[in-house]
């Protein structure tokens, strides 16, 4: 091999040397940059992670807290008595029968019961889907014991413009069970409470049981505990109206066949 040879090999190897050290140190930084990163972005993730399960907790307590108020508004104009004649008989027995009542404390779901009660829910369908609920108060908040509404004067006088027949339940009621306001037997209209505990439902008394039976909240009990945090504090107790409106919004029929056993 020449000199001239030689050199030039000589030169080829430090030229590869040169260029294996070069892309060496280029490895060696890229992997110092990345382990410097990992350092400050996982605590800053962890950092990060933490304020977003705190402020979900907040959020989730701020929203609980939202829920947990009644949203404010104004108490509902008084209407007069209803003029209206006692439906025909037209719900299907062999069909099951909720209600969805919406409030400005929430919702909650009525089971309805015909079989116990075919004329009682009947009436309280009826005037469901004719929108006759809508925008009406509850103006009776007994604390642990009933919050009563479906009164077009608001202040527990009123009704449809007829009475039905007295058709209480078999077994009595418990908290959640949603029954007739009456003035005496055979009065009950329109008007009807949700007993908001297991006191308020033997305070019911019974039997015999005075007050007909609609049904069951099966769901949203919470809003008739938010309904029931609303009682009136006088210690005579002879205001028995909510310290803020609670009013109907809406009151939604859904029927549909019964879920088989």
């Known amino acids: 091999m020449s000199k001239a040879n030689k050199r030039e090999r000589q030169r080829q190897n430090r030229d590869q040397r040169r260029e294996y050290e070069n892309q060496l140190a280029k490895r060696r930084k890229a992997w110092k940059t990345a382990r410097t990163f990992a350092l400050i972005a996982v605590p800053v993730i962890a950092i990060g992670v933490v304020l977003n399960l705190t402020n979900s907790g ?11 108020a009644c949203t404010k508004v ?17 719900i299907d027995p062999a069909l099951a029968y909720v209600a969805d009542v919406d409030t400005n404390c929430g919702a909650f779901t009525i089971t309805l019961d015909p079989a116990q009660a075919p ?20 103006h009776r908040v007994v604390e642990d014991f009933v919050v009563q509404g479906g009164d077009p004067k608001g202040d527990g006088t009123g009704g449809p413009g007829y009475t039905l027949p007295d058709e209480p ?19 009950s209209g329109s008007q009807f409470f949700v007993v908001s ?29 938010k309904m029931d945090r609303l009682a009136s504090t006088q210690a005579d107790g002879a205001d028995q109206s909510p310290k803020r409106p609670i009013v109907i919004t809406s009151i939604t029929i859904v029927e549909s066949a019964p879920a088989t056993p």
């Open 58 to 68: 907040e959020t989730t307590k701020s929203s609980s807290g939202k829920a947990a």
């Open 119 to 138: 004329q009682t829910v009947n009436s309280f369908v009826t005037l469901a889907r004719q929108g006759f609920y809508d925008g009406l108060p509850f």
């Open 74 to 90: 104004g108490a509902p104009e008084p209407r007069e008595d209803g003029t209206l004649e006692a439906p025909p008989l037209t």
């Open 197 to 225: 505990s297991a006191a308020g439902a033997r305070n019911l008394g019974g039997p015999p049981y005075l007050y007909s039976i609609l049904g069951e909240v099966t769901s949203g009990i919470g809003t008739i505990d």
């Open 169 to 187: 339940p078999a077994d009595g009621y418990r908290k959640g069970s949603v029954a007739m306001a009456t003035s005496g037997p055979g009065t």
